[in-house]
């Protein structure tokens, strides 16, 4: 019994041919945004740190809200790139 589930370019052999293969890898849209996540966690632990270190040495409070206003904005991108590209 043949796997029905199975998709192949070629039916006379069987195989995918290769521009198949380089075609599938270039239409994953989670491969082209996997960088994304791991850029938004180094920027918000780099916007949190920044945020501390302006509250403990006394700068003015709106140089700290903006770290903060760009960490949340750096949270938000997160929530939405998870729901974006969760698996269902």
Do not use: C
Request: glycine share 4%; hydrophobic share 50%.
């Amino acid at each position: 019994m043949s796997n029905r589930y199975e998709i192949f370019d070629d039916p006379r052999d069987g195989r995918e041919s290769d521009s198949a293969l380089a075609t599938e890898a270039h239409d994953d849209p989670d491969a082209s945004a996997a960088w994304v996540r791991p850029v938004l966690w180094v920027l918000l632990v780099i916007l949190l740190s920044a945020n501390v270190i302006t509250q403990t040495i006394n700068l003015p409070v709106i140089v700290s809200g903006a770290f903060g206003l760009a960490a949340l904005v750096a949270i938000t991108g997160l929530v939405v790139h998870h729901y974006k590209h969760r698996r269902s």
